[in-house]
């Protein structure tokens, strides 16, 4: 379908922001505690921060939370009682601020957890959320979303993407029908769009590596020694995994409190020691930089592989977030660079 | 700095040891760690105020230690946590050539653990200041505020483990937390969990805790846990007089029974 283009003043899109939370929505923006900025649940603008380029986390816990209970249970005289996740308490919830690589994270979570068996919980919860999303004014050196496919204005994933032009309006184009919903139930906020140059309104990100090139050597690159080099100062935390806009393993642990058993699953990283482990104690993936080769091999050649979906964004998160300094960007060129070799 | 390159160089180039663990140029302007196995690359090695991390970890990874003799370039917290691994038996005095560094960030010649030992018997292990003025800070606190403040700052964690992962004591192949059968650790990442895993942490870190900072530091959402630990260096120093990774040999403070050992907190 054709992107509707429309244009939101400030004040419309503070209006809007009351209007859905009156309707009941729970509304998600990036906002600052003390020196970290995440999403979190806001009831006006003003609580929002537009002063980040990407925010510390993913905006993936909202469809994909880090802890979420599946099913609980009881042990009673009579048996063993279950009791089903209750899906009528998800909430409709509006995701406002994500950025471009945000969104397009959400297309990888999707075609995982839709892959063979469809997870209900993830997907319901994604059903339920309306991403408005807003274009990259600013960038720093470990974006790299224009290297796999996205750029700073790209409208992919979101269902409305916001543009800061001049006087503090937005420039905003209905992607999609949740989008399209939002905007005509809230036709008067949706003023009519001149013109606009949106380019000159984003971001610069260079590309920095030719992604088909890795995409299609990067199987071939197995046995490269620059897995190991890469890896060597890697501590083996989980931090990248946990604040990537697309790594979506978990696990599942039963947990008693007091007379509640609930089955919960909570966010793993295949970069942990023991995400591999088998019972008879052999570790298919024994040392990190196996564990460095999967979490890359995953994003750019089993993922393409399976859901035909590259499945990094560019937005450098797990970069940022290295404390060691293992820069994912820094290591696509290399790898491309040994690939071309 | 030129020194520590020479050093490096050396040991490099006589075949004393395979590898010197040091500090390099990483990217936009952050350090990264250096591993040298040829002599040419000891030109890398930089050491500035920006090199923090504490790189005794790496002792303990599989990948590197089996490189062969490892030489490192050791500022004061990583001289501590070499003794202090040594004294818990993990890492052999003939397998590590310390390139001990003083206070004024000079290369020291210190040829054994006795010498490493004597030298930090001269040094300041005084918590950094930022941080002491935080504990006596929340020390000030009503247990109800220290609860709040705790739950607080702890509900932001993941659990990535970034804290454990980059702390050389915690060296475990198989933390308690991820034991479940039984389970004594909540693994999701709940303000309850979470609370769950920092005291365990903190507890197990008791006494052995060289109050490094590299939990804090790798930590991606600045919670300060390395107050939690660096408390527990001012209990344990204050109850037993004892500071972690001063010596090569030295028991296990909360291991370890004497019989002069203080029973006033049994009320």
Same mark, same amino acid.
């Given at each position: 379908?054709?992107?509707?283009?429309?244009?939101?003043?400030?004040?419309?899109?503070?209006?809007?922001?009351?209007?859905?939370?009156?309707?009941?929505?729970?509304?998600?923006?990036?906002?600052?505690?003390?020196?970290?900025?995440?999403?979190?649940?806001?009831?006006?603008?003003?609580?929002?921060?537009?002063?980040?380029?990407?925010?510390?986390?993913?905006?993936?816990?909202?469809?994909?939370?880090?802890?979420?209970?599946?099913?609980?249970?009881?042990?009673?005289?009579?048996?063993?009682?279950?009791?089903?996740?209750?899906?009528?308490?998800?909430?409709?919830?509006?995701?406002?601020?994500?950025?471009?690589?945000?969104?397009?994270?959400?297309?990888?979570?999707?075609?995982?957890?839709?892959?063979?068996?469809?997870?209900?919980?993830?997907?319901?919860?994604?059903?339920?959320?309306?991403?408005?999303?807003?274009?990259?004014?600013?960038?720093?050196?470990?974006?790299?979303?224009?290297?796999?496919?996205?750029?700073?204005?790209?409208?992919?994933?979101?269902?409305?993407?916001?543009?800061?032009?001049?006087?503090?309006?937005?420039?905003?184009?209905?992607?999609?029908?949740?989008?399209?919903?939002?905007?005509?139930?809230?036709?008067?906020?949706?003023?009519?769009?001149?013109?606009?140059?949106?380019?000159?309104?984003?971001?610069?990100?260079?590309?920095?590596?030719?992604?088909?090139?890795?995409?299609?050597?990067?199987?071939?690159?197995?046995?490269?020694?620059?897995?190991?080099?890469?890896?060597?100062?890697?501590?083996?935390?989980?931090?990248?995994?946990?604040?990537?806009?697309?790594?979506?393993?978990?696990?599942?642990?039963?947990?008693?409190?007091?007379?509640?058993?609930?089955?919960?699953?909570?966010?793993?990283?295949?970069?942990?020691?023991?995400?591999?482990?088998?019972?008879?104690?052999?570790?298919?993936?024994?040392?990190?930089?196996?564990?460095?080769?999967?979490?890359?091999?995953?994003?750019?050649?089993?993922?393409?592989?399976?859901?035909?979906?590259?499945?990094?964004?560019?937005?450098?998160?797990?970069?940022?977030?290295?404390?060691?300094?293992?820069?994912?960007?820094?290591?696509?060129?290399?790898?491309?660079?040994?690939?071309?070799? | 700095?030129?020194?520590?390159?020479?050093?490096?160089?050396?040991?490099?180039?006589?075949?004393?040891?395979?590898?010197?663990?040091?500090?390099?140029?990483?990217?936009?302007?952050?350090?990264?760690?250096?591993?040298?196995?040829? &002599?040419?690359?000891?030109?890398? /090695?930089?050491?500035?105020?920006?090199?923090?991390?504490?790189?005794? *970890?790496?002792?303990?990874?599989?990948?590197?230690?089996?490189?062969?003799?490892?030489?490192?370039?050791?500022?004061?917290?990583?001289?501590?946590?070499?003794?202090?691994?040594?004294?818990?038996?993990?890492?052999?005095?003939?397998?590590?050539?310390?390139?001990? %560094?003083?206070?004024?960030?000079? %290369?020291?010649?210190?040829?054994? *653990?006795?010498?490493?030992?004597?030298?930090?018997?001269?040094?300041?292990?005084?918590?950094?200041?930022?941080?002491?003025?935080?504990?006596?800070?929340?020390?000030?606190?009503?247990?109800?505020?220290?609860?709040?403040?705790?739950?607080?700052?702890?509900?932001?964690?993941?659990?990535?483990?970034?804290?454990?992962?980059?702390? &050389?004591?915690?060296?475990?192949?198989?933390?308690?937390?991820?034991?479940?059968?039984?389970?004594?650790?909540?693994?999701?990442?709940? &303000?309850?969990?979470?609370?769950?895993?920092?005291?365990?942490?903190?507890?197990?870190?008791?006494?052995?805790?060289?109050?490094?900072?590299?939990?804090?530091?790798?930590?991606? /959402?600045?919670?300060?846990?390395? %107050? %939690?630990?660096?408390?527990?260096?001012?209990?344990?120093?204050?109850? *037993?007089?004892?500071?972690?990774?001063?010596?090569?040999?030295?028991?296990?403070?909360?291991?370890?029974?004497?019989?002069?050992?203080?029973?006033? *907190?049994?009320?």
């Amino acid at each position: 379908m054709s992107i509707e283009k429309k244009i939101v003043s400030q004040a419309s899109f503070e209006k809007l922001v009351l209007q859905l939370k009156e309707e009941g929505k729970r509304i998600f923006a990036p906002v600052k505690k003390g020196t970290i900025i995440g999403f979190d649940e806001i009831s006006s603008l003003q609580e929002m921060t537009n002063d980040y380029i990407v925010t510390k986390q993913s905006a993936k816990s909202v469809a994909f939370p880090k802890a979420e209970k599946l099913l609980s249970f009881q042990s009673t005289k009579e048996g063993v009682m279950m009791k089903d996740k209750d899906f009528n308490a998800i909430p409709e919830v509006v995701l406002i601020g994500a950025r471009p690589c945000d969104a397009a994270g959400f297309n990888s979570l999707n075609a995982i957890f839709n892959w063979d068996t469809q997870d209900a919980l993830y997907t319901t919860r994604f059903s339920r959320t309306t991403i408005i999303g807003i274009s990259c004014s600013k960038s720093d050196a470990k974006c790299f979303c224009t290297s796999v496919n996205g750029n700073p204005g790209s409208t992919e994933g979101s269902d409305i993407l916001l543009t800061l032009i001049d006087n503090g309006n937005y420039l905003a184009e209905i992607v999609t029908e949740k989008g399209t919903a939002l905007a005509s139930k809230y036709a008067s906020l949706f003023e009519a769009a001149p013109e606009v140059d949106k380019e000159k309104y984003l971001a610069n990100v260079p590309v920095a590596f030719d992604v088909d090139a890795v995409l299609k050597g990067i199987v071939s690159s197995f046995d490269n020694p620059l897995w190991v080099e890469q890896s060597l100062r890697c501590i083996s935390c989980g931090a990248c995994a946990f604040v990537c806009p697309t790594c979506a393993c978990f696990d599942i642990q039963d947990i008693t409190i007091g007379a509640e058993h609930s089955r919960k699953r909570s966010w793993d990283s295949c970069g942990f020691s023991l995400f591999t482990i088998h019972t008879s104690g052999h570790n298919p993936r024994e040392v990190q930089s196996q564990r460095w080769r999967q979490r890359v091999m995953h994003k750019f050649a089993y993922m393409p592989d399976r859901q035909q979906i590259v499945g990094c964004v560019g937005c450098g998160r797990c970069s940022r977030a290295c404390s060691v300094d293992m820069n994912l960007k820094e290591h696509l060129i290399n790898l491309a660079e040994e690939i071309a070799k | 700095m030129e020194s520590i390159r020479k050093k490096a160089k050396e040991l490099i180039e006589s075949n004393a040891v395979q590898l010197v663990i040091g500090y390099g140029e990483g990217s936009d302007n952050a350090v990264r760690t250096l591993f040298v196995r040829k &002599p040419e690359d000891a030109d890398k /090695l930089i050491y500035d105020k920006r090199c923090v991390q504490n790189l005794a *970890f790496y002792l303990m990874k599989h990948e590197v230690k089996h490189m062969g003799k490892i030489g490192i370039v050791a500022p004061l917290t990583v001289m501590r946590t070499v003794l202090q691994l040594a004294s818990e038996n993990q890492v052999k005095e003939a397998n590590i050539v310390v390139l001990g %560094l003083g206070a004024d960030n000079s %290369l020291l010649n210190l040829n054994s *653990f006795k010498e490493i030992q004597e030298h930090i018997a001269t040094r300041d292990l005084l918590l950094p200041e930022k941080e002491n003025a935080r504990i006596t800070e929340i020390d000030g606190m009503s247990k109800e505020q220290r609860w709040d403040f705790w739950t607080d700052e702890l509900s932001r964690c993941i659990k990535c483990y970034a804290c454990r992962a980059a702390c &050389p004591m915690c060296y475990c192949i198989r933390c308690q937390v991820e034991c479940n059968q039984p389970q004594w650790i909540t693994a999701e990442a709940t &303000p309850m969990g979470n609370m769950e895993w920092h005291l365990m942490r903190a507890m197990h870190l008791a006494g052995r805790c060289v109050n490094c900072g590299e939990c804090a530091r790798a930590c991606p /959402l600045d919670i300060p846990i390395n %107050l %939690l630990t660096y408390k527990t260096v001012l209990t344990v120093k204050d109850h *037993f007089n004892v500071s972690a990774g001063t010596a090569a040999e030295m028991e296990s403070v909360l291991s370890s029974y004497k019989i002069d050992d203080k029973e006033n *907190f049994i009320n």
